[in-house]
């Protein structure tokens, strides 16, 4: 027969045992609740997060669709007006055009595009002469483009006008 070591107990007493059971039956409840109340807390901060970047989001895109709205009301009008028909090389298209331009901020340039792709009559601010060239040079054809730049984020508007085989382009910074 092979020989184990013996092993020592302690002796527990009553005093022991009330000590083990009082540990027990107060801290397995508090563990309990602290874990609890950590999920909670998580759960309540991931929902708040979702809720600042749902109401940022929805404050992004109302600036977006107010300042897009805006440059497209000024594009229209520009559009149609009369003086940007066949004759859109005279000095009233130009004067119409460089008010358009200053009666609004943001927008950088206005370029008369013949279908043949030649211009025909840009008015343009001189400081962003190269950003006005880059947005222009953009994808032409699509209504839509944007160029990034060191100085920022720069909008392309494309629309035809009426009665012509023109297009007229609005550049404009996008702040």
Do not use: Y
Request: aromatic content about 2%; overall charge positive.
């Amino acid at each position: 027969m092979a020989t184990t070591p013996s092993t020592r107990r302690l002796p527990v007493g009553l005093l022991g045992r009330l000590v083990a059971a009082l540990a027990l039956v107060s801290l397995v409840p508090l563990a309990l609740a602290s874990t609890q109340l950590v999920r909670l807390n998580q759960e309540a901060m991931k929902s708040q997060v979702l809720r600042t970047h749902s109401v940022a989001a929805g404050s992004v895109a109302a600036r977006l669709e107010a300042l897009m709205g805006s440059w497209q009301r000024l594009l229209e009008t520009a559009a149609s007006s009369p003086g940007l028909g066949d004759g859109a090389r005279s000095r009233e298209a130009r004067e119409l055009l460089a008010g358009l331009l200053e009666a609004e901020p943001s927008a950088a340039a206005f370029s008369v595009v013949a279908a043949d792709g030649g211009e025909v009559v840009r008015v343009q601010r001189k400081a962003a002469a190269a950003e006005v060239e880059r947005a222009l040079a953009t994808r032409p054809g699509l209504p839509l483009a944007a160029v990034a730049s060191e100085s920022g984020l720069w909008i392309r508007l494309e629309r035809e006008i009426p009665g012509t085989s023109a297009v007229l382009r609005l550049v404009a910074e996008g702040q």
